[in-house]
Nanobody
């Protein structure tokens, strides 16, 4: 079992910075990836990016160059950063963990944190 808790959401003005944190706990030895999804109102949940236990990041095409996902293995945390927020970035952001045990993959989710970009 893996538990994920996001923090850092809230109301942000356009042009402001996004800096979300996610703390993982539980059976962490099997966690292969930590990353982020988001769900924009009226749209399906979409992948933003993730990072492997080796520190290798990967991003959705639309997110590449706009978002940064980083991971601190010592703290069991993953971060999501964007320097310049836009109103269309308003969404619920979810932390995601993928575990691999004997070749079997399982997905875990945080509760989500609301990010609202508005003046």
């Amino acid at each position: 079992q893996v538990q994920l808790v996001e923090s850092g959401g809230g109301l942000v003005q356009p042009g402001g910075s996004l800096n979300l944190s996610c703390t993982a706990s539980g059976s962490l030895a099997s966690v292969a990836k930590l990353g982020w999804y988001r769900q924009i109102p009226g749209r399906q949940r979409e992948w933003v990016g993730d990072v492997t236990s080796d520190g290798e990041p990967a991003y959705a095409t639309a997110a590449k160059g706009r978002f940064t996902v980083s991971r601190d293995n010592a703290k069991n945390m993953v971060y999501l950063i964007k320097n310049t927020l836009e109103p269309e970035d308003t969404a619920v952001y979810y932390c995601n963990a993928i575990t691999v045990i004997s070749g079997n993959y399982k997905w875990y989710w945080g509760q989500g944190t609301q990010v609202t970009v508005s003046s």
